[in-house]
């Protein structure tokens, strides 16, 4: 059973540039949420993904958007990036109970 | 609206002291509760979950305890280890989707 993953592990964008990070959940897991953790903050929830459909999203702009693959990895894009987006994404992979996180995306925006 | 708070924000203790997290919420309508443990930079790894019918659970040196009625968990480490340092964030459920709300995590240090 493979763990989740995700790439890149550091990324440096500048104001205003489009950014596309990637995870691949655990094995089996259908279900696939992103959060953002700005520093010294817990996990804030984006939105989730089930079976390719968005399932949810928390309180984040259009801007921040996302895809599920057949084989249930998954994208978050953020377009027009701000400096407040600066933040360890992370996204965590379910399928029921326990949930299973990845090791997280530092993005800087300049 | 869920609240999860964590106090205190940060804790120093000297190896082999226990230690005792505390996390609160406003809303008892919660499906689970789990304990994450981040290093510096890093993902979070699942410590232990507890479902809403359950009253503690424990794995190893650790045990958590969940009272939904007064909106309370509290994580218990036996024994610190130097190895603990890290920070501890307890999230709750409010759904049968798993989507997590966090507390702000409380930062520990054990000192050899």
């Known amino acids: 059973e493979t763990g989740v993953t995700q790439s890149p592990t550091h990324l440096i964008k500048t104001r205003g540039q489009q950014v596309t990070l990637r995870c691949s959940s655990q094995?089996?897991?259908?279900?696939v949420s992103w959060y953002q953790q700005a520093l010294g903050q817990g996990p804030q929830f984006i939105f989730q993904y089930y079976r390719e459909e968005e399932n949810g999203r928390g309180n984040f702009p259009p801007r921040f958007s996302g895809l599920q693959f057949p084989n249930y990895s998954s994208e978050l894009n953020v377009n027009a990036l701000e400096l407040d987006d600066s933040a360890l994404y992370l996204c965590?992979?379910?399928?029921?109970?326990?949930?299973?996180f990845g090791p997280g995306t530092r993005l800087t925006v300049l | 609206k869920q609240e999860v708070t964590q106090i205190p924000a940060a804790l120093s203790v000297p190896e082999g002291e226990n230690l005792v997290l505390n996390c609160s919420f406003t809303?008892?309508?919660?499906?689970?509760l789990q304990w994450f443990r981040q290093d510096p930079g890093k993902g979070l790894t699942s410590l232990l979950l507890?479902?809403?019918?359950?009253r503690e659970q424990t794995s190893g040196r650790l045990n958590a305890s969940l009272d939904k009625s007064s909106g309370r968990s509290t994580l218990y480490i036996a024994a610190s280890q130097p190895g603990d340092s890290a920070t501890y964030l307890c999230?709750?459920?409010?759904?049968?989707?798993?989507?997590?709300?966090f507390g702000a995590g409380t930062q520990v240090v054990v000192t050899p």
């Open positions: 999230a709750v459920t409010t759904d049968s989707w798993g989507k997590l709300q």
């Open positions: 507890i479902q809403s019918s359950q």
């Open positions: 965590a992979s379910w399928t029921g109970g326990e949930q299973f």
């Open positions: 094995s089996g897991h259908n279900t």
């Open positions: 809303d008892s309508a919660i499906y689970n």
